[in-house]
């Protein structure tokens, strides 16, 4: 597994991370933890370093999961974490006052069995907290050694600015995949110029750019892709055609469309770490090779011009979710 740079924070982690949410948040019935736990070692063994989990996720089961998982080789791997909705609890709404911080970070630090943090992302941007009293937070946090680095999750350009003029930015983490490309327009030029890392969530598409979903495809009642409009039958049938450009260019490069779709995502900058999840060994294991599918100019350009013919259908979040965005 070859390493990457986060950005100018000296935060090194390997190239393919772990998003750990799905293990038992989000996307149906949760795994059995002995099976989640041994799949995470494994993940880790295949070459993974940097897992990502939340106090949301759960809330707190999935921290606890990770702490589990990670602590006979802690010193090994880097865990990001997140704060930034009240109680834990991401149907609420946000939190982000500095005592609510401070809590949650004593209290991932307890469920994660460690003494400190190596990346404290808020979660999203609270419109009732000054940006500036978030990042001073995090830079006391910091200073203590609880917490090694500072992200943000789904900012928008002008609190990543905020944030990184009182507490260094290490880690912008957004969505970001073939089928979602907002953040080309400004935050990808803002950690450019900052030297701030970047971590696509949902590098595949929520699944999508698999190729294993298609509009026949049913979902478990609890599955957060229900209430997604881009995954309604009609706009899963008129996404295929995404789907049909990566499979054909994975057929010749012996590869699958979810690599070529991860590999896309590894060639546009060198501190780009996206963090596909599964809960599948054989998933995994496909996601951690896509470090290794070479994509050559040429096949660059011609995932552009494919691009540039075809408008996905339907919104990435209903829309009281993507208000919570790009603040």
Known sequence: MKHRQLGKSGLEVSAIGFGCMGLNFAYGPAMDKGNAIALIRSAFEAGVTFFDTAEAYGPFTNEELVGEALAPIRDKVVIATKFGFKDGDSTVGMDSRPERIRAVAEAALRRLKTDRIDLFYQHRVDPNVP????????????????VKHFGLSEAGVESIRRAHA??????VQSEYSLWWRAPEAEVLPVCEELGIGFVPFSPLGKGFLTGKID???????DDF??????????????????????ESLAT??????????LAWLLAQKSWIVPIPGTTKLHRMQENVGAAA???????????????????????????????????
């Open 293 to 327: 599918v070479e994509l050559a100019a040429e096949d660059l350009q011609r995932i552009r011009d494919a691009l540039a013919q075809i408008t996905v259908q339907g919104d990435r979040y209903p829309a009281s979710l993507a208000a919570r965005a790009g603040r």
């Open 131 to 146: 940006m500036e009293d978030v990042a001073g937070t995090v830079k006391a946090l910091i200073q203590e050694g609880k």
């Open 252 to 261: 010749e490069k012996k590869a699958t469309a979810a690599q070529i779709a």
């Open 166 to 171: 009182v507490q260094p930015v290490a880690a």
């Open 215 to 221: 509009a026949s495809t049913t979902f478990a009642k």
């Open 225 to 246: 892709r229900n209430i997604v409009p881009r995954f309604s039958a009609e706009n899963r049938q008129a996404n295929q055609v995404l789907v049909g450009l990566l």
